[in-house]
């Protein structure tokens, strides 16, 4: 752990696009308080108006509890996934037309003064972290085609092309007690390091090598997702399945007090 002094710098950039669906049904956020940043990114599901719902409630709730009882580490990340869990379900019980409504999450929460780092997800919205421009940690989908990987039955270069690949096994407002899945310890950041959190329409359409490639090219958080979106928008180009929303933060550490 690098010792307290002068507090990281975080470099971020963010996108979000409709794609070739006729709403929006992701949702970003980020936050700041006492050193701490929050950044969260979620894709709603339940029909056109259900989605956008359940991923602004999610979104919302998640950061007002971060604001009020900020504090850091896995089990507090864990806590405000949670509370936005239980506001979800209040919001389906007002609105019955909207009772199905579900969303991933994928939220990230940084110590600025510690240089530390803890993340948390539900559902196929990714985190990834990169060390020296290499990927070196990634969340795992809740999603039929990752149980599949890991029973041996598909390999992971097939997992973007499988039919299957958009079937959920967990979401915030699916009701599975203790899906949510949270850094066991909190990651010691250096200079450099980057993270990328992504909807599945981003992150189907920009291959893991992409992204490092982009980003070992790119100054700057904004010229990174500026390349990737660019690669996405080629890829999407070429298929004949409708672009789906694409959102995503893009953010990488900089500070001299780091020990690297």
Known sequence: MSPPGKPILLDCASVSGIGARASNQDRIGQAEHDDMR???VADGAGGHEGGEVAARVVVDALLAKFGTESSFGPRALLCY???AAAQLALARQDMPALAEMST???ALLVNQVNARAVWAHLGDTRIYMFRGARLCAVTRDHSLA?????AGYLTADKLRAHPQRNILLAAVGTGEAGATSVTEAPVDL????????????????VHE???EQALAAA???ERWLAALCAIADEAAGRSD????NYTAYAIRVRGQELST
Request: aromatic share 10%; glycine share 4%; proline share 5%.
């Open 38 to 40: 929050c950044f969260i």
């Open 81 to 83: 996934v949670d509370y």
């Open 104 to 106: 991933t999450v994928a």
């Open 146 to 150: 990752q149980q599949l990987i890991d």
């Open 190 to 205: 250096a200079d450099g390091d980057a993270f990328l959190l992504c909807t599945d329409g981003l992150w189907e359409c």
């Open 209 to 211: 090598a992409q992204m």
């Open 219 to 221: 100054p700057d958080s």
């Open 241 to 244: 399945k409708p672009r789906d």
